[in-house]
């Protein structure tokens, strides 16, 4: 079992950054990729960014691609997401997830969710 708990989310302008965190809490978090997601009023969660076990690698959506940079600290249970260049299209519940293994860009592969933190731009 991981619980996951994201904060850093909030009110930001266009252009503006954020830096989402997660902290998670259970056994064996380094045996977990990390991915985040988000989800807009009145559309599905999709995908943002993922990181693997060991922070080598990452994936990340192409419309975030070059602007949001995912980072994980497997000392601390951690795992991060640097937001940069924020658009108002950013805006959306960002949900932090865990799935056990290989690294994973599909929301049915994560076993395990955040409550979810609210990230607004504004234009």
């Known amino acids: 079992q991981v619980q996951l708990v994201e904060s850093g989310g909030g009110l930001v302008q266009a252009g503006g950054s954020l830096r989402l965190s997660c902290a998670a809490a259970g056994r064996a978090f380094s045996s977990y990729a990390m991915g985040w997601f988000r989800q807009a009023p009145g559309k599905e969660r999709e995908f943002v960014s993922a990181i693997s076990l060991s922070g080598s690698s990452s994936n990340y959506a192409d419309s975030v691609k070059g602007r949001f940079t995912i980072s994980r600290d497997n000392a601390k249970n951690m795992v991060y997401l640097q937001m940069n260049s924020l658009k108002p299209e950013d805006t959306a519940v960002y949900y932090c997830?865990?799935?056990?293994?290989?690294?994973?860009?599909?929301?049915?592969?994560?076993?395990?969710w955040g409550q979810g933190t609210q990230v607004t731009v504004s234009s």
């Open positions: 997830a865990a799935a056990w293994g290989l690294i994973q860009t599909a929301a049915p592969g994560y076993d395990y």
